[in-house]
């Protein structure tokens, strides 16, 4: 190509190497007809190929300029006349990189420059000195490429979640859970979690047991919080009933292992681990899905997305691709599937999932591989992908149980609101049974409490491998029992998650009834703990033998500790201490005591105080043999005993005849002062086995006898009935059976204890104190008296609050006391004022804005802490300030003067210089007619005046003296220290000269200076 313009004498070039055209700007002449690659070679002699491609040519004539291309630049000859323009310019990406090396360079500079003199100032190395002021440059510098140059903004794109389960538990192996009555559960894992990928969005399923048998759940929660608070959240539930659908979230059995492996395709390094050339690496992962599997999916997750980025920071699309392949174990020939293919651009977490079907049944070999090379460190990619998990899938029905069970299926979706570890899925389960209703004398299917009712389920119920008929319970005895649990308010709620016998749970819930089970060997029914009239059986020395008697002689402990799910309180785990009857003073010695299916406080303080009753009203176990097969006490009935071994004065003997209400006895009775009595047993006919026990007084006194008179009317014994004689009124000693075993010969070997009738009386008497789930004592700071008060600063003013009649305040609390604090009361008035005006700081601010005042009002100010308890502190000391008086000094007018011109005033005025003195507005004028000493008495004229000379008219003249002022006035409304002069109104020729000779300006610092 030819040039453009002939050879010429000279050319002028300009040369611009920065980036500012005028840092290093030169201008050098070169001579006409040379090429533009020779004159940029003399420009820049160093110059690389990566510079030369940032430089800028331009040939500028007076018809215009034009840009000479890079590929020209060898082949074009500038001529005579052409003004040649070189400069840098930043290419696509890299001026934050020039600008970078600016600022490298200048904070270097500046620590070779002043870096010997700060090592000296400062005592310290010079290496030191130059490293701190190369620092405070380059944060400098790099505020200033933040600013000039702001990175790559991130595209609003919507953000993904993961959920990786909840915190319910599994029981693998373990019972089926059974629930009692009502409570608050944490479910069972049934199912376990697994995950499902819709889209790039993921969901997890999982199903929840509650119990075998029918239950209604309410008040689902996750954790503590309601699930209608959340949007992701699906469930179907099944109370448990025979014949309930099948649960259609969790359709087929699902096995997923949880991988978390990264699928990684590296490019080859040395030793160093550097990247070297050569082909990428092939990593194919391997897993093995469960037995028997129909069905396989992959699951794949992107944990930072997949994305890249271009030289300018702006993101664009990133490719993955992920082969799956599988065969049958053993089996030689891989089977590709797919290949997962993906273009993304996000920098957001998420799934994919590929699922497939096998060509039949079996255990299987899956691989994946990366297909793509990662990227090279360094780099903008992003493109991490891990293998997530591998399922299985079976087309069975995942629940398998021969019962019906109380579900809960449950499909949450990963959302803001539910991500990683989600809390416990909860809900309040109530058993539906049968339940006896009194009013309709029947047995009603309901939710229930009852004891009898958990009772009916116990032996009922699906759980049990042998269920047991209704012909098989006594059910009156049982409903008679429900009404009775209904007037004591008994109550069993119970979750039963361990193994335990079917035996163990039906006394664990008797017990809760205060009964015991049993059965007569046709019927289930229960022994009821209860007083009662009825009198089974008597028994003494004459009609039993081998008596034995036992006491127990123990040290009781302080109190009970029973630990509970608290109903009033969410049930949560809590424990409460039930005092020994009568203890005074401090609980020292506790014992555990269990009282299982109890969730209410106060019936665990009456059940506790019950427990504690029976152990000091049944002191004694007594042990004795009845002869003959043929019995009619059984266990839980009440027997007369008659024992002189454990009560000295009890006799029994047999009647030998009856005349009227004379009996005689067949051996002589020593009957002891105190009024005497016999108790027998009354029998209605012939069928009667148990008859009625009764007791008459006897006419005789001390002596001995072998007649005695009944007094008053009623049955008497007949001949051969056996008797027992004692003082009235504990003339025999009433015992419960509690067991029965068999004895040689035949006979019975009967286990008692004191009926105690007084246990119910006391029982039925106690009023629990009011429950608040606290424990321990109140700790010294619900009543200590907080520290005084301090306040850390106060700050008035436009220096201090950017507010000319600002106020701030920062209190903190005082030291030496244990009172927690919740607020400070803070005090304010003007000085010299009588009433304080209040205002309340939170101790989490611990400061406050006061407003109401002016610049330059003098303000008091006293604080003082409050507790969290409301108590307060004592005042600190009163502190005063002055609004604006903690800014800069403000500068003195050191100059006025004022001549009075025709019907004007003209005033100049300087006013003081000094680094330590606050910046001005300019100055207030004052005046008023008259001599006055005080710069409040005159009348503002103007503020601020910015300009000296300054004219005004006012005020008007007399020809009188009149008072002028001027005072410096900050940007907060301050005023300086003024300067007043007395002038005379009369105009003055030589004044009118003078200033017109006079000039006015400002020097150097910047103050006012007048002249003539």
Not at 367 to 396: H, N, S, Y
Not at 780 to 801: D, K, Q
Not at 970 to 980: F, H, Q, V, Y
Request: include cysteine; hydrophobic fraction near 45%.
């Amino acid at each position: 190509m030819t040039a453009l313009v002939p050879a010429a004498p000279t050319a002028p070039v300009t040369v611009m190497p920065g980036l500012d055209p005028a840092t290093g700007r030169r201008v050098m002449t070169v001579a006409a007809g040379r090429t533009i690659l020779d004159i940029v070679r003399e420009a820049f002699p160093r110059a690389d190929e990566r510079l030369l491609g940032s430089l800028r040519v331009v040939l500028v004539t007076p018809h215009g300029s034009l840009v000479a291309e890079r590929s020209s630049w060898a082949t074009w000859r500038v001529r005579a006349g052409v003004h040649l323009v070189i400069r840098v310019v930043p290419q696509s990406g890299q001026l934050s990189s020039i600008l970078q090396i600016v600022v490298l360079v200048f904070a270097f500079a500046l620590a070779w420059y002043f870096g010997p003199g700060l090592a000296t100032a400062l005592g310290i190395t010079e290496t030191t000195a130059k490293g701190a002021i190369m620092a405070g440059a380059m944060f400098a510098g790099q505020a200033l490429l933040a600013a000039l140059i702001p990175p790559p903004k991130a595209d609003e794109e919507p953000k993904r979640y993961s959920i990786s389960g909840t915190q319910n538990r599994s029981n693998p192996g373990g019972p089926l859970p059974v629930l009692y009555g009502r409570l608050r559960i944490w479910p069972l894992y049934f199912a376990p979690p697994y995950t499902e990928v819709v889209g790039d969005q993921q969901y997890i399923r999982f199903v929840l047991v509650i119990s075998v048998g029918r239950v209604s759940m309410t008040d689902w929660r996750v954790g503590d919080t309601p699930i209608s608070e959340y949007d992701g959240i699906e469930m179907e539930t099944r109370e448990g009933v025979a014949g309930d659908d099948p649960i259609t979230f969790y359709p087929e059995q699902v096995v997923e292992e949880q991988l978390s492996l990264e699928l990684r395709r590296p490019l080859p390094r040395d030793d160093a681990g550097k990247v070297i050339d050569g082909d990428p690496i092939d990593k194919p992962e391997v897993r093995y899905t469960a037995s028997d599997a129909a069905s396989a999916c992959v699951v794949l997750a992107y944990p930072s997305g997949l994305s890249d980025w271009n030289k300018t920071g702006k993101k664009r699309r990133m490719i993955s691709q992920v082969r799956i392949r599988w065969r049958a174990v053993g089996a030689g020939t891989w089977t590709e599937e797919t290949t997962i293919d993906l273009s993304r651009s996000t920098t957001q977490p998420f799934f994919v999932a590929h699922r497939w079907a096998f060509p039949a049944r079996g255990s299987y070999e899956v691989e994946c591989m990366r297909m793509i090379r990662e990227a090279k460190d360094g780099g903008r990619a992003i493109d991490k992908v891990m293998w997530a998990a591998l399922q299985t899938f079976r087309p069975e029905s995942p629940i398998n149980a021969p019962v019906p069970l109380a579900l809960a299926a449950v499909r949450v979706k990963a959302t803001y609101q539910l991500n990683g570890q989600l809390g416990a899925f909860n809900c309040i389960a109530a058993r539906i049974a049968p339940d006896w209703d009194a009013g309709a004398e029947a047995w009603v299917t309901r939710e229930t409490r009852s004891p009898a009712a958990a009772y009916r389920v116990g032996l009922q119920g699906p759980q049990r491998a042998y269920p047991v008929t209704d012909g098989g319970i006594d059910l009156a005895a049982v409903a008679d029992w429900a009404a009775w649990c209904a007037a004591k308010n008994l109550r069993y709620d119970r979750w039963v998650t361990e193994e335990i016998s079917a035996r163990d749970a039906l006394i664990e819930i008797a017990a809760a009834g205060r009964a015991s089970p049993r059965h007569d060997g046709l019927r289930w029914g229960v022994v009821i703990d209860r007083p009662t009239d009825v009198v089974v059986d008597h028994i003494g020395p004459r009609v039993s033998s081998g008596f034995r008697w036992r006491r127990n002689y123990v040290r009781f402990p302080d109190a009970f500790r029973i630990s509970f799910l608290d109903e009033t309180n969410k049930w949560q785990s809590s424990e409460r201490l039930v005092p020994w009857p009568g203890h005074i003073g401090d609980i020292v010695v506790t014992e555990d005591l269990a009282i299982p299916g109890k969730t209410h406080p106060d019936e665990i303080w009456i059940e506790a105080r019950r427990r504690q009753y029976e152990l000091i009203h049944r002191p004694e176990t007594l042990q004795t043999e009845t002869p003959g097969a043929v019995r009619v006490v059984t266990r839980g009935d009440q027997i007369a005993v008659s024992q002189v071994t454990v009560q000295r004065v009890h006799r029994d003997a047999r009647v030998k005849g009856v005349a009227g209400r004379r009996v005689w006895l067949d051996e002589d009775v020593a009957i002891e002062a105190g009024g005497w009595a016999m108790r027998w047993r009354v029998f209605a006919d012939e069928e009667d086995a148990i008859g009625s026990s009764v007791a008459a007084t006897l006419a005789e006194g001390a002596g001995t006898h072998r007649a005695v008179t009944l007094t008053g009317a009623g049955p008497v014994p007949r001949a051969g009935d056996y008797v027992h004689l004692g003082p009235a009124g504990s003339e025999t000693r009433m015992c419960r059976a509690t067991g029965l075993e068999r004895a040689e010969g035949n006979g019975v070997i009967l286990h008692l204890v004191d009926a105690a009738p007084e246990i119910d009386a006391a029982t039925d008497a106690e009023v629990p104190p009011e429950w608040t789930g606290r424990v321990g004592s109140p700790i010294g700071s619900v009543t200590a008296v907080p520290a005084a008060a301090v306040f850390r600063t106060v700050a008035t003013g436009l220096a201090g609050t950017d507010d000319p009649n600002g106020l701030d305040v920062e209190v903190a609390p005082g030291i030496g006391s244990a009172a927690i604090v919740g607020s400070f009361e803070l005090q304010h008035r003007l000085a010299g004022a009588t009433d304080w005006l209040v205002r309340t700081i939170a101790a989490a601010s611990g400061s406050a804005s006061v407003p109401g005042y002016l610049a330059g009002d003098a303000v008091e100010l006293r604080v003082r802490a409050v507790s969290i308890y409301a108590i307060p502190g004592p005042w600190s000391a009163t502190v005063s300030v002055v609004i604006g008086a903690d800014g800069d000094p403000l500068p003195a007018v050191t100059s006025l003067s004022v001549n009075r011109i025709t019907d004007a005033w003209s005033l100049v005025w300087s006013v003081e210089a000094g680094e330590d003195l606050a910046e001005i507005e300019g100055v207030a004028v004052r005046a008023r007619g008259g001599t006055w000493t005080s710069f409040d008495d005159l009348s503002a004229l103007a503020s601020p005046v910015t300009t000296s000379p300054w004219v005004t008219a006012e005020p008007p003249s007399d020809g009188g003296i009149y008072t002028f002022g001027a005072a410096a006035v900050a940007s907060d409304g301050r005023l300086g220290t003024a300067l007043l002069v007395q002038v005379s109104g009369t105009a003055s020729a030589d004044e009118i000269v003078g200033l017109d000779d006079g000039e006015v300006l400002a020097d150097d610092d910047g103050a006012w200076i007048s002249g003539g």
